[in-house]
Nanobody, 121 residues
Framework: QVQLVESGGGLVQAGGSLSLSCAASGKTFNINAIGWYRQAPGKQRELVATISSSGHTNYADSVKGRFTISRDNAKNTVYLQMKSLKPEDTAVYYC???????????????WGQGTLVTVSS
């Protein structure tokens, strides 16, 4: 099992910056991809950014050029640097990790508890 603990959420004004971090513990050796999703009030959870074990990154179009994802494998931690924040970035941000559990590619998804990011206009 993998445990994910987020930190760094809070209130920021539009145009400001905020950083999130997520520390993974437990069976982290088979984590293939790790990253962030978010869920705004009344909306579905959506991808923000992910990074693979090889460093390949994937971003939602809405955050490209503003958000940067990175990971420290030695610390089993993933970071999300958010700049030029907009009110529409307001959401609960969830850390996500995908663990591959078989050579056929079967995987298990893990989720953190979430951290609230509020961007005021």
């Amino acid at each position: 099992q993998v445990q994910l603990v987020e930190s760094g959420g809070g209130l920021v004004q539009a145009g400001g910056s905020l950083s999130l971090s997520c520390a993974a513990s437990g069976k982290t050796f088979n984590i293939n991809a790790i990253g962030w999703y978010r869920q705004a009030p009344g909306k579905q959870r959506e991808l923000v950014a992910t990074i693979s074990s090889s460093g390949h990154t994937n971003y939602a179009d809405s955050v490209k050029g503003r958000f940067t994802i990175s990971r420290d494998n030695a610390k089993n931690t993933v970071y999300l640097q958010m700049k030029s924040l907009k009110p529409e970035d307001t959401a609960v941000y969830y850390c996500y990790a995908k663990s591959v559990v078989s050579i056929e590619g079967a995987y298990v998804e893990h989720w953190g508890q979430g951290t609230l990011v509020t961007v005021s206009s």
